[in-house]
């Protein structure tokens, strides 16, 4: 009985989260390759567009055809097997691949007669893609080598062109790792393991991690460049960013020319951030990773010659430094920006509610005189009314009069006065209750 059907007979268990499985065996993906030994092996790593992966794997599959062999799935990004005269390993990574060729019969010396020699020619020239790494690794003991003495390593120098080596006891002194780091006339860098007492899963872990040392250095450097162009826009940026603060403190600056200029600085700032952030942060990622090979290489001294773990430090670290500083101060910048233009609006915005202000109580005043205008005119249109009311009613006595009443018409038009002038004052103030009403 198959054990997942076992599981779901005995134990009556919730269901599988979709991604269980796959989650679960991803401890076991990208495996180190189990080898033969003595072994010879060639890597490979290329950068890829997005188009250029969707070839790659109908590139792999491909040679799978042609020697008979299951390609890999249409979504796996590893894969390995064995051809006819050599083994290999294929990885897809986010921002390159990987192929490492193995190949097994022995040579006269590590280097004379490469892994890749066993690959077909014309499959291996379409193979899509920009070379970042390439790298010939030889496992062999000490005396195909001549190591005898590990005071002597000038037989090892051979296999380098003479160059200085650099190199360690490894894997609990299991095998001894000399290489040069420089790229030879064949156009790839090289790898010399001496085996002392390498079992064959030691060896594919340990060119595994070899191998990873020198993409993840080469992909973590790619910053450098970046880093080294972006230092006089940086100080550009800085001595700008320096005389628009310094003019802010002048009384008789020009706070909206400031303002302009700072936003269009912001926006260059943020531009370069944006465009090459994602490259540093990669950088600092790949950098971490090659600490982390040399760490699992577990090296020991070899009196006289550098480690790996050293070479690398001292050559790095100032390059990974450069890259780091570059993105803080970048950032700082930015910072320092952001806190200048909060600092020029809110004095803006100070001098804007102080017009406002001013411009209120202008406003105010004139409220207040045409107020006092508009009661004037109350007042005379007042006495204007009175005079023409009782003008009115004097011509009404009259007219009384000359009919044979006994109304003395200049008593009447005098008695009327104070009468009227009581009608009208009641009258404005119901008509300026009412408009009070309305606008409330």
Request: net charge neutral.
């Amino acid at each position: 009985m198959p054990p997942n059907l076992l599981v779901t007979t005995l134990f009556q268990i919730p269901e599988n989260h979709p991604q269980r499985f796959i989650l679960h065996n991803e401890v076991h993906a990208r495996a180190s390759s189990i080898l033969s030994l003595p072994v010879r092996a060639s890597y490979l790593a290329l950068s890829l567009s997005s188009d250029e992966k969707m070839q790659e794997r109908r590139h792999l599959k491909a040679l799978c055809e042609r020697f008979g062999t299951t390609p890999p799935d249409q979504d796996a990004d590893h894969f390995s097997a064995s051809f006819d005269a050599f083994q290999m390993s294929w990885e897809q990574h986010g921002e390159f691949s990987t192929y490492s060729f193995y190949a097994y019969d022995t040579a006269a010396e590590p280097f004379a007669d490469p892994a890749l020699k066993k690959v077909p020619v014309d499959w291996l020239s379409q193979i899509s893609g920009r070379v970042i790494v390439a790298a010939h690794a030889s496992v062999v003991s000490a005396a195909d080598v001549n190591y005898q003495d590990e005071m002597d390593l000038s037989p090892l120098t051979t296999y380098f062109a003479g160059n200085p080596i650099v190199g360690s006891k490894v894997t609990g002194g299991a095998a001894a790792v000399f290489t040069d780091f420089r790229i030879h006339v064949d156009g790839f860098s090289r790898f010399l393991v001496v085996n002392q007492n390498l079992r064959t899963a030691q060896a594919g872990r340990l060119l595994h991690r070899l191998f990873d040392i020198e993409v993840y250095r080469v992909m973590a450097l790619l910053a450098f460049p970046i880093a080294r162009k972006l230092y006089p826009e940086l100080k550009k940026a800085d001595r700008q960013l320096y005389t628009i603060t310094n003019s802010m403190t002048q009384p008789d600056n020009d706070d909206a020319k400031l303002l302009d200029e700072l936003t269009a600085l912001a926006a260059e700032v943020e531009n370069n951030i944006s465009t090459h952030q994602f490259r540093f942060a990669a950088a600092s990622a790949y950098y971490q990773l090659v600490g982390q090979r040399l760490e699992d290489l577990r090296e020991v001294r070899i009196q006289g010659i550098q480690t790996l773990g050293e070479f690398m430090k001292r050559r790095m670290e100032p390059a990974m430094h450069t890259c780091n500083s570059v993105s803080h101060r970048f950032t700082l910048v930015s910072e320092r920006v952001s806190n200048a233009s909060q600092l020029l609006r809110t004095k803006v915005d100070i001098i804007i509610e102080r017009q406002n202000q001013g411009l209120l109580s202008s406003m105010a005043l004139r409220a207040k005189m045409q107020l006092r205008m508009q009661q004037m005119v109350e007042g005379i249109s007042m006495v204007a009314i009175t005079y023409y009311a009782a003008s009115l009613i004097g011509k009404i006595a009259e007219a009384l009069h000359s009919l044979g009443w006994h109304v003395d018409a200049e008593l009447v038009e005098g008695v009327s006065i104070p009468f009227i002038l009581v009608i009208i004052g009641i009258s404005t103030k119901r008509i300026h209750k009412i408009i009070a009403n309305t606008t409330e």
